[in-house]
């Protein structure tokens, strides 16, 4: 079964750091261009950032654009993503997954193959 284990979440005060953690199991993520996404209360689950599966080049949602760093690890079946400088507005849960490019809007990047996880919860409060 293709899924995805999100961990790494919890509560941060504003400007501090998380670090996200995304497991893959069911397929090699290194054949895989991959994304962040998160959905907050009452909007639905948009892009973050973005890294593709040839050279590594990253994209990210202009929200999160120098906060927030993708980046993965091929030879654990990884990615992460590095949470910097959080912002009130930042609280969501936060999915990783497949996507299929990291071209065009990041917010509007949808899910490649396989099924949501259950995504980790980000909480943002001084």
């Known amino acids: 079964q293709v899924h995805f284990v999100e961990s790494g979440g919890g509560l941060v005060q504003p400007g501090g750091s998380l670090r996200l953690s995304c497991e893959a199991s069911?397929?090699?993520?290194?054949?895989?261009?991959a994304a962040w996404f998160r959905q907050a209360p009452g909007k639905g689950r948009e892009g973050v950032a973005c890294?593709?599966?040839?050279?590594?080049?990253?994209a990210y949602a202009d929200s999160v654009k120098g906060r927030f760093t993708i980046s993965r690890d091929n030879a654990k079946n990884m990615m992460y993503l590095q949470k910097d400088s959080l912002k009130p507005e930042d609280p969501a849960i936060y999915y990783c997954a497949p996507t299929a490019a990291c071209s065009g809007p990041i917010e509007t990047m949808r899910l490649y193959f396989g099924s949501w996880g259950q995504g980790t919860q980000v909480t943002v409060s001084s």
């Open positions: 069911g397929f090699t993520l290194e054949l895989y261009t």
């Open positions: 890294i593709t599966k040839n050279d590594g080049s990253t």
